[in-house]
Nanobody, 118 residues
Framework: QVHVMESGGGLVQPGGSLRLSCAAS????????MAWYRQAPGKERELVAV??????????NYADSVKGRFTISKDNAKNTVYLQMNSLRSDDTAIYFC?????????WGQGTQVTVSS
């Protein structure tokens, strides 16, 4: 069993920055992928950013709406993935969820609220 917990959400003004963290714990054997999703009111959950293992390196991918503004990174020693969010806009407001993939199984966090408002 893998446990996932997000943190770092909160209220920020437009143009501001926020850094989300997601820590995986429990039976950590081989994490293949860590990703951030978000879900705004009345909308479907969407993929924001992914960081995947490719050999000894990691590959990142981003939704078009956040390219150039968000950065996903990870600390393997801490089993933690981060999402640095800059130049935040009101339409970034959503619940942000972390997903950890180990082998073929997915594990989800509870979500953390990000609100961008003046």
């Amino acid at each position: 069993q893998v446990h996932v917990m997000e943190s770092g959400g909160g209220l920020v003004q437009p143009g501001g920055s926020l850094r989300l963290s997601c820590a995986a714990s429990g039976t950590i054997l081989n994490i293949n992928l860590m990703a951030w999703y978000r879900q705004a009111p009345g909308k479907e959950r969407e993929l924001v950013a992914v960081i995947s293992k490719v050999g000894v390196t990691s590959v990142t991918n981003y939704a078009d709406s956040v390219k150039g503004r968000f950065t996903i990174s990870k600390d393997n020693a801490k089993n933690t993935v981060y999402l640095q969010m800059n130049s935040l806009r009101s339409d970034d407001t959503a619940i942000y969820f972390c997903k950890v993939t180990q082998y073929t199984r997915n594990y989800w966090g509870q979500g953390t609220q990000v609100t961008v408002s003046s």
